[in-house]
């Protein structure tokens, strides 16, 4: 049994797969699939279905209720939906963990992202690699929502970038380099206000012998989060620009010591402020650098 969230709607039993039907009914599955089997009060889903919920709303949601346990009738389904009875009612949606997509890519996401932290390299680059294979598509895709249930869901795409981040990072610091360029430069176009990427993009280049392209990504980043964007490059990204300027091979590594699987650990995370929501404008941007992120050691 596997409830997909990710992507398209929908559910599999062994060689069968159920697309869920009507986006109120696909709002109200991903509603209760989030909660990992606890009770959901109406007032809770009336919420998460509507902005402003209509005076008909609890009759509707009976109604989605009703016809979600229909549709998972079909796959021998009905029972996982329970109805708590009394304190105002509400439903929870029984499944295991790992029956659920969005769940499972989450927690295999904190995993990674402890083992990275743990410097277990080896280990976190397989386990959000794991993760990664999960990600068919955005989470909420053609489902009721309102903004609260909608912020969850952009929670998961945050979530997906940083996995696909930090998966980056696992590699620069297992030794791979050039080759990881194009997966940095999807990731940027994504999000191009993502410093570690910019770090991870110079490090890329220059740990593959193309310092060029490193300075190269230095200005598109300049250009990008300082020019474009109004953010402050923080201190970190300017000393990486400056070792890579200097030909540093060791502090564009990073000082980092080998984890206890015998791999460079990670790099540090880089921050960005911007002076705009700050209410002042940037200050004057040099192309020479005076501190920056840490990396990863030789392997």
């Known amino acids: ?11 599999e039993n062994a060689d069968t797969s159920l697309v869920i039907a009507s986006a109120p009914i696909r709002g109200l599955l991903a ?12 007032e809770q889903l009336m919420g998460s279905l509507w902005e402003s919920p ?9 109604l989605h209720v009703a016809r979600l346990r229909g549709q998972l009738a079909a796959l021998d389904l009905r029972e996982r939906l329970g109805t708590l009875r009394g304190g105002g009612g509400g ?18 996401t904190d995993r990674g992202f ?24 955005s989470i909420g895709q053609d489902c009721t929502a309102s903004e609260r249930l909608r912020a969850r ?51 890329a280049y220059y740990l593959g012998g193309d310092a060029a392209g490193a300075i190269s990504a230095w200005d598109r980043a300049t250009a990008t989060l300082g020019d474009r ?26 000082s980092m010591a080998p984890g206890p699987d015998g791999r460079p650990g990670p790099a540090h995370p880089v921050t960005v402020r911007s002076h705009r929501a700050a209410g002042h404008r940037p200050a004057p941007r040099s192309r020479v650098a005076l ?7 030789p392997v």
């Open 1 to 11: 049994m596997f409830f997909r969230l990710l992507g398209r709607v929908q559910v």
């Open 31 to 42: 509603a209760l699939l989030l909660e990992e089997g606890r009770f959901v009060t109406v």
């Open 54 to 62: 209509p005076d008909s709303a609890r009759k509707n949601l009976r």
């Open 91 to 108: 439903y929870r949606l029984l499944a295991a963990p790992e029956e659920v997509d969005a769940i499972r890519f989450k927690r295999l």
């Open 114 to 137: 402890a083992e990275l932290r743990a410097r277990s390299v080896s280990t976190a680059e397989t386990t959000l690699a794991e993760a990664l294979k999960l990600w068919q598509g």
């Open 153 to 203: 869901f952009a929670a998961f795409d945050e979530l997906h970038l940083t996995a696909r981040e930090r998966l980056v990072e696992a590699r620069l610091c297992r030794g791979r380099t050039i080759e990881l360029v194009p997966e940095i430069l999807d990731i940027l176009s994504a999000a191009p206000f993502r410093e570690n990427s910019w770090a991870h993009l110079m490090r």
């Open 229 to 254: 964007l109004g953010l402050d490059l923080s201190a970190e990204l300017r000393e990486l620009h400056l070792s890579v300027l200097r030909r540093d091979d060791h502090a564009v590594r990073g």
């Open 291 to 297: 501190s920056g992120p840490g990396g990863c050691t």
